[in-house]
């Protein structure tokens, strides 16, 4: 099982939901964060002060997923994600060692 972290512009957030439910992903979780990377943040003119955003708004997104399921969920988010601008975001894969519902005692890919 993988956890799959994806950072992406708050705007594709429907776009990837939609791809992700596309392809039968049940459930995520969903962040708001702030963060720069190669853009550096930029400046913003607000009642004629000029004043620099070095944080800019993005959205974590959160899926466990089955090993078997992991390319198409990372092809699913990459190609939703993208518009070819710099601070599409990027995806973060780590393993689970282990996965439990709460509620029924499910373990591992029974409690995805």
Known sequence: M???TAVIKPFKLDDVRDALADIGVRGMTVTEVKG????KGHTEL?????YAVDFLPKIKLEVAVDDQQLDRVLE?????AKTDKI???????????????????ETDQDAL
């Open 2 to 4: 993988k956890l799959v």
């Open 36 to 39: 720069f990377g190669r853009q």
């Open 46 to 50: 607000y009642r004629g002060a000029e």
């Open 76 to 80: 699913a988010i990459a190609s939703a």
């Open 87 to 105: 601070g599409d975001g990027k995806l973060f894969i780590t393993d689970l060692e282990q996965v439990i519902r709460i509620r029924t005692g």
